[in-house]
Nanobody, 128 residues
Framework: QVHLMESGGNSVEAGGSLRLSCADSGYSYASVCMAWFRQAPGKEREAVAVIYTGDDSTHYADSVQGRFIISHEKAKNRQYLQMNSLKPEDTAMYYC?????????????????????WGQGTQVTVSS
């Protein structure tokens, strides 16, 4: 059973940076699709970034492209989301997610329904 737990959420001013971390464990497959999603109050959960660990290919939502970086450190069983140049519209609950059965092409589509495993979320608040 895969377990995910996020940390690193905080309140920051616009223009600041945060690094979210997701501790992961229980994978049975060597290549895994890992992602970050977010959900703001009153809005639907949306994809932020994804990484396919088989070849470290990544994909980002247009809204965070160039500001956020997703990465994975297999030795520490962690995935990260480095968030730079934060904006008030980045305020949301951030969730890490994973799925072991997605191949690279499908993984990079970041379809929320494809992910079987989810963390509990960590809150990011960006003030103007």
């Amino acid at each position: 059973q895969v377990h995910l737990m996020e940390s690193g959420g905080n309140s920051v001013e616009a223009g600041g940076s945060l690094r979210l971390s997701c501790a992961d464990s229980g994978y049975s497959y060597a290549s895994v699709c890992m992602a970050w999603f977010r959900q703001a109050p009153g809005k639907e959960r949306e994809a932020v970034a994804v990484i396919y660990t088989g070849d470290d290919s990544t994909h980002y939502a247009d809204s965070v492209q160039g500001r956020f970086i997703i990465s994975h450190e297999k030795a520490k069983n962690r995935q990260y989301l480095q968030m730079n140049s934060l904006k008030p519209e980045d305020t949301a609950m951030y969730y890490c997610a994973a799925d072991e059965l997605l191949l690279q092409r499908r993984c990079l589509e970041m379809a929320i329904a494809d992910f079987d495993y989810w963390g509990q979320g960590t809150q990011v608040t960006v003030s103007s």
